[in-house]
């Protein structure tokens, strides 16, 4: 070969090999930025080719597709009784991406995910259509409807669990939105949009209030004090008479005391007493003579201080660890900082009626592949053992007698042994604004405990006299807790 040539040869295989390099750059380094890139369509469209899979309750789809008309995204998603729902599913918008479940399962649901690598093979090999696969929840559809028609107009949210194994059964959140309303990519989707917003709807029935918002749980929170009191040996029975004075002035103040609501006799009541009649001056002296350091602990074993994953994000409740001791009794009586979500008070509730153990709440129980094969599979796991057994099961004798006799009556079931707690919790500069009404609450049966459930209601339109944990929560949790009974 003579000299030219050969100069060419190697010239064209230079170009060659930098093709080549360029490829494998774009095709490995650069794969992942330029599928994300807002401005490659090829991606978007390719996601909107074929129908996704679908979200499944109760062995039914509560999701759907439909063919878009005037679009290059050919499929979009649809939601069955999409207000009941969206707190679980989250949305799936061609204009808007995706949230929740719709989000964290996109790519089983749009059947792209690498577990499903072997089906789609097949699938092109056999001249099918790509297709998603199948994300099962753990969710009761009674007790979401039950949750959710309680709710009704009233601005609030609802989580039940079933404490045996930390599964999810209901979680409901009012006001809430249609995700089909904005499932496409037109300007009526994005009217329907905008409406949600903020900024046009005060209401935020886009947020998620029972897993995002955090309240103070007011007196609902006094069960994690009594179950920190049993577990440090402040008392051996729930029956015997506490050191409880009344007033209460809360330590290290000149002349402050701590007062109890309405007219009842609260000097000396023995912890059972204490939470039939709901005695602030009790539990927030319990919570001082514990101390910051022990309440904290306690709290952060039901789960406090930290963000729960269920899969989707559930925000972290709040108990404060920088206190003084007059702030300690006020947050052991679920005032000053604390704040917890739905979530977490369904926890708390949870953890005493499974005798101490706290599972580990999971939403999602498989996920399937388009032929039914199970791809991953949620097992319960324990969360932590915020208390004994032998102390768990005082506390359910307090709860139950809360129920049977005390703030909670409204909850009870006939024949059916229920415990729970009421709570209605200041809001507002000085208690300006009308209060959280709160309860939390368990079923017990022969086979254990299948349901914990936690409610809050707020709602400004209704008369102060009238807001109570008992009169407006309670009711809703009753109906939740027979709705899975009855199943």
């Not at 897993?211 to 179950?227: I, M």
């Not at 002296?285 to 994000?313: H, W």
């Not at 032929?371 to 359910?396: C, D, M």
């Not at 415990?419 to 709160?438: C, D, I, L, M, R």
Request: a negative charge; glycine letters at 8%.
């Amino acid at each position: 070969m003579n000299k030219p040539l050969r100069r060419v040869a190697i010239f064209c295989g230079l170009l060659v090999l930098a093709m080549l390099i360029r490829a494998n750059y774009l095709q490995f380094v650069q794969a992942d930025e330029l599928k994300t890139n807002t401005h490659n369509r090829r991606v978007a469209i390719n996601q909107y080719a074929t129908p996704r899979g679908d979200i499944i309750v109760d062995g039914k789809a509560i999701t759907g597709h439909t063919e878009t008309n005037g679009s290059d995204f050919k499929y979009k998603a649809t939601f069955k009784d999409g207000p009941l729902w969206a707190p679980v599913t989250g949305y799936a918008s061609q204009a808007f991406g995706s949230t929740q479940l719709e989000n964290i399962y996109d790519s089983i649901l749009t059947g792209d995910d690498d577990r499903l690598f072997f089906k789609r093979t097949v699938d092109i090999l056999s001249g099918k259509q790509k297709q998603g696969g199948d994300v099962v929840t753990t969710l009761n559809g009674a007790a979401q409807r039950a949750a959710f028609e309680g709710l009704g107009k009233k601005k609030g949210a609802v989580a039940a669990i079933d404490p045996r194994t930390g599964a999810i059964l209901a979680l409901a959140s009012t006001p809430s939105y249609d995700p089909s309303s904005f499932a496409g990519n037109s300007e009526k989707d994005s009217k329907a949009w905008n409406a949600l917003q903020k900024e046009n709807d005060p209401d935020e029935p886009m947020l998620n209030r029972a897993l995002r918002q955090t309240y103070p749980p007011g007196s609902t929170f006094k069960v994690v004090t009594a179950a920190a009191a049993l577990e440090d040996g402040l008392y051996d029975s729930i029956d015997e008479p506490t050191d409880s004075e009344v007033p209460y002035i809360l330590p290290d103040t000149a002349n402050q005391p701590l007062d109890n609501e309405g007219n009842i006799n609260c000097r000396n009541v023995s912890l059972r007493e204490a939470l039939r009649v709901s005695c602030n001056s009790v539990f927030g002296k319990l919570g001082a003579t514990l101390g910051r350091d022990k309440m904290v602990e306690e709290a952060e074993k039901f789960g406090f201080n930290k963000e729960q994953f269920i899969p989707v994000r559930a925000a972290a409740s709040n108990f404060s660890t920088k206190m003084d001791k007059p702030q300690t009794a006020l947050s052991s009586i679920g005032q000053f900082e604390t704040a917890a979500t739905p979530l977490q008070m369904a926890m708390v509730a949870a953890a005493i009626a499974n005798d101490g153990k706290l599972m580990q709440p999971y939403m999602v129980d498989q996920l399937r592949a388009p032929n039914n094969t199970v791809v991953e599979q949620t097992k319960p796991k324990e969360f932590s053992q915020p208390l004994s057994a032998e102390n768990a099961q005082k506390l359910q004798e307090m709860m139950e007698t809360v129920v049977n006799s005390g703030t909670g009556t409204n909850a009870r079931i006939p024949g059916v042994t229920v415990g729970g707690k009421t709570g209605t919790a200041q809001h507002g500069v000085e208690n300006s604004e009308n209060p959280y009404a709160w309860f939390i609450s368990y079923a017990k049966t022969d086979q254990g405990s299948p349901v914990a459930v936690a409610v809050v209601v707020e709602d400004a339109s209704a008369n102060r006299g009238d807001i109570s944990g008992g009169g407006f929560a309670a009711p809703i949790a009753k109906s939740v807790m027979e709705a899975v009974l009855n199943k």
